[in-house]
């Protein structure tokens, strides 16, 4: 079972690129990225889900590095409606992995 | 439908009293998940259906909750003698599930659950 690390809470400026990084040191073979962003008040969105390498999409990308140890998703020129929690989750189809996967998220807070 | 539909979207109840929260998930989809979320907290496992395998009760907190999942679409969740400690925001998801993909998990908008 994947566990994964993000930091709490991330800070940042409109206009700026926020960067989260997920510590995911024992991923296995079958196991996908996958990131979701919770508003307050809303249920998870899925935003992105990459294998390896570089995966970009209209809202972020996402970067695994070789070992996919980490994953680092990169969200461009945020806005204050970026505000939000987001959920690293690392998983494959066959295992019920997502029911433990979900920890605090990383708070993301753009202010003007 | 487009999305998991979940309802009641609000619920307030005595404390003592049942509830039943229902889930459409996305058509097509035999994984569907139930979640629990506190204030301010992270999303908190409860009970996984996969097509028409025995579920994965481990997450329930208590035999005060159950769920169901009838011909391998809708499910409810029912709570009984509900509690203070269940007020939370229920959330219901679905996947494809399946062989080789990445099993991508679509939720609702949640439950809203308050007890009094």
């Known amino acids: 079972l994947a566990k994964t690390t993000q930091p709490i809470s991330m800070d940042s400026y409109e206009g700026q690129e926020v960067n989260i990084t997920c510590s995911h040191n024992?991923?296995?073979?079958?196991?996908?990225i996958t990131w979701y962003q919770q508003f307050p008040s809303q249920g998870p969105r899925f935003i992105i889900q990459g294998y390896k390498t570089k995966v970009t999409n209209e809202v972020a990308s996402l970067f695994i590095p070789a070992d996919r140890k980490s994953s680092t998703l990169s969200l461009p020129r945020v806005s204050l409606s970026d505000t939000a929690v987001y959920y690293c989750l690392v998983g494959d189809s066959f295992s019920n992995d997502y029911k433990l996967s979900f920890g605090a998220g990383t708070t993301v807070t753009v202010r003007a | 439908g487009a999305g998991v539909s979940q309802s009641p979207s609000n619920k307030v109840t005595e404390k003592g009293k049942d509830v039943e929260l229902r889930c459409d998930p996305i058509?097509?989809?035999?994984?569907l998940y139930w979640y629990r979320q506190s204030l301010g907290q992270g999303l908190e496992f409860l009970i996984y259906?996969?097509?028409?395998?025995?579920?994965?009760k481990s997450g329930l907190p208590s035999d005060r909750f159950s769920a169901e999942r009838t011909g391998g679409s809708v499910s409810t969740l029912t709570i009984q003698r509900t509690q203070q400690e269940d007020s939370a925001v229920y959330l219901c998801?679905?996947?494809?599930?399946?062989?080789?993909?990445?099993?991508?998990?679509?939720f609702g908008e949640g439950s809203w659950l308050t007890v009094v």
């Open positions: 998801a679905s996947s494809l599930g399946g062989e080789g993909i990445g099993n991508t998990i679509y």
């Open positions: 024992n991923i296995a073979t079958n196991d996908y």
């Open positions: 259906f996969q097509g028409n395998s025995a579920p994965d």
């Open positions: 058509s097509g989809h035999t994984a």
